[in-house]
């Protein structure tokens, strides 16, 4: 008898689980399916990938960019990984480039995109900049670019590490994740940004229950947000009119990611039916462009 029922415990036991594992698995395809490869990047120059996002001026493409000690260079790619063009940013470095988004800014009939020098391992850099331009309409492989906003900030709490990068499509404020605290922080910079003076970021959310976030995303029609750390991805509608830490603030959903050697980037697709990440290269692995598509109709 006593071993009847210690058997019927570990079938019971073995039985909820497979029902816990089979809703899991569930909510993590309710919104998006899981990933494919797309293609492998065959720019052999793009090998420490640190930013993704789409293109809003040419159709179906994607920018990225290298971490630290690369040139101030952005790679244009196509949505099967293949390089298209090289964007030289003139009279900047690329101190510790970590994340890219694209969106609206000065000119409202115009797309910029914001390059995110804001990497700091060892938390010693008194301020950090966002470089802005206006995303230009690539005809020919090489082009450079002179005309560059920096935008320099600094954290109200001190100097730290960062590795994500958003902007409101709506508001134009742009956000930065922390990344190293077992509950990260979320800044602001409202728009309009000074590009003549340095600016104290405001705090938004002090202790966001995440840890290692290196990539962020907005869509643009600014209704649902990303944010993906080494081993998960986040997703977070969000309400007309409601402030992003409200939302933020909120229990998201858990997107199917599959996880990559060195995974520090995200982005939505050009038309919002999907989303892409892509890791840096690892020893002899190169980096695979990964697409994630929606289940559902758009919200």
């Not at 090998?47 to 000690?69: F, I, Q, Y």
């Not at 077992?182 to 000074?194: F, G, V």
């Not at 830490?245 to 199917?256: G, I, K, N």
């Amino acid at each position: 008898m006593k071993n009847r029922l210690a058997w019927l415990l570990v079938v019971t036991v073995l039985f909820w689980s497979c029902i816990s594992a089979e809703k899991k698995a569930s909510d993590e395809y309710a919104y998006f399916l899981p990933g494919r490869v797309q293609g492998i990047l065959d720019n052999i120059a793009i090998d420490e990938a640190s930013g993704l996002v789409a293109s809003r001026v040419n159709a179906g493409m994607l920018w990225t960019h290298n971490d630290s000690g690369d040139k101030a260079r952005l790679f244009l790619i196509d949505t099967l990984g293949r390089h298209q063009a090289t964007l030289k940013l003139k009279g900047i470095l690329n101190r510790d480039w970590e994340d890219i988004a694209a969106g609206p800014g000065p000119d409202s009939t115009k797309t910029y995109l914001y390059i995110g020098e804001i990497g700091d391992n060892d938390a010693q850099y008194k301020y950090k900049i966002i470089y802005r331009i206006e995303e230009p309409l690539v005809k020919k492989e090489e082009m450079s670019i002179s005309s560059i906003d920096s935008i320099r900030f600094t954290l109200p709490d001190g100097s730290r590490d960062a590795e994500a990068l958003m902007i409101d499509p709506l508001s134009r404020d742009l956000y930065i994740f922390s990344k190293r605290e077992n509950a990260i922080n979320l800044y602001r910079l409202p728009y309009p940004q000074s590009v003549s003076e340095m600016t104290e970021a405001e705090l938004v959310i002090d202790g966001l229950p995440f840890t290692l976030v290196v990539a962020a995303d907005w869509s643009a029609d600014g209704r649902e947000i990303l944010i993906k750390t080494y081993k998960k991805v986040f997703y977070w509608q969000r309400k007309p009119g409601e402030p992003v830490a409200e939302s933020l603030r909120r229990t998201p959903a858990e997107l199917p990611y599959r996880e990559e050697p060195q995974g520090e980037s995200i982005a939505f697709d050009g038309n919002g039916n999907g989303y892409f990440t892509v890791s840096e290269k690892f020893r002899k692995q190169s980096p695979e462009l990964i697409y994630y598509p929606r289940a559902t109709a758009k919200p």
